[in-house]
C-alpha cells in the first residue's frame, strides 16, 4: 500500500476501492467511501473518476485485466495448438480458482459489481473468445485441427468449459468429481477439433 502522502492516482484510488470493497461490500464502493478511506476530499477522488458507476466498473476493469495477463502469454508462445489450448482453460480455471480461494470477499463482491458492468464483462468474453480463436486458427494452419470457424470453436470451448471458471458456478469448485469431469469435456472438445490422440 502506497504511504498516505503519495500522489492520488487512479490506480492509489482503485487499490482504495477494492479494499473498501472487500471490507465493507459492494454496496461501499462510492466515491465519498473511497474518498474516506485515502483521508482526501471527495472532489479530489473525481478528478480522476466521474462517477460511482465509473468507480465500479474500473474496479471490475483491473480485476478482468489481471486475470488475462497470463491467458495472454499462453497465446503469444508458441507449441502445439492442442497443448496450448489446454494451457490456456487450465490457467483460466486456476486464475479463477486462486481468486475465490485467496480473495473470496472481493471475488464475491466481483460477482455482485460484473452484474452491472455488462460492457466490461462483454469485452471480456469477446477477448476469451478471441484468444481461443488464435490458437485454435493455429491448429487449424498447421493440420493439429480439422477445418473449423476458429471464432465459433473458440466459443464452443469458453462455453463447454464455463462450469470449471465462471464464477457463477464457484460454489461447484470444491467437488472432489469436477476434475474428472472436466477431463471428459476436454476429450470430447478435443474429439470435436480433430485434435490426434497423443
Request: aromatic fraction near 6%; charged fraction near 25%.
Amino acid at each position: 500500500m502506497p504511504p498516505a502522502d503519495a500522489p492520488l492516482t487512479r490506480d492509489r484510488i482503485l487499490a482504495a476501492a477494492e479494499d473498501v470493497i472487500r471490507r465493507f461490500g459492494p454496496a461501499k464502493a462510492t466515491v465519498v467511501d473511497v474518498a474516506r478511506a485515502l483521508g482526501v476530499s471527495h472532489t479530489a477522488v473525481y478528478k480522476h473518476v466521474a462517477s460511482k458507476a465509473e468507480l465500479r466498473d474500473l474496479v471490475v476493469g483491473r480485476w478482468v485485466e489481471a486475470t488475462m495477463e497470463p491467458l495472454r502469454e499462453i497465446v503469444a508462445r508458441p507449441g502445439p495448438a492442442p497443448e496450448r489450448l489446454r494451457q490456456f482453460v487450465d490457467a483460466l480455471i486456476a486464475v479463477k480458482r486462486r481468486r475465490a480461494t485467496n480473495d473470496s470477499e472481493l471475488f464475491t463482491a466481483y460477482r455482485s459489481l460484473a452484474a452491472d458492468a455488462k460492457s466490461i464483462v462483454a469485452a471480456h468474453i469477446d477477448e476469451l473468445i478471441h484468444l481461443l480463436a488464435t490458437i485454435v486458427d493455429a491448429g487449424v494452419q498447421d493440420g493439429s485441427f480439422r477445418k473449423v470457424d476458429p471464432v465459433a470453436a473458440g466459443r464452443a470451448v469458453l462455453v463447454a468449459t464455463s462450469r470449471f471458471h465462471h464464477p457463477a458456478h464457484a460454489s461447484e469448485w470444491a467437488d472432489p468429481s469436477l476434475d474428472e469431469a472436466y477431463d471428459d469435456v476436454w476429450q470430447l472438445l478435443m474429439e470435436g477439433l480433430g485434435a490426434a490422440r497423443s
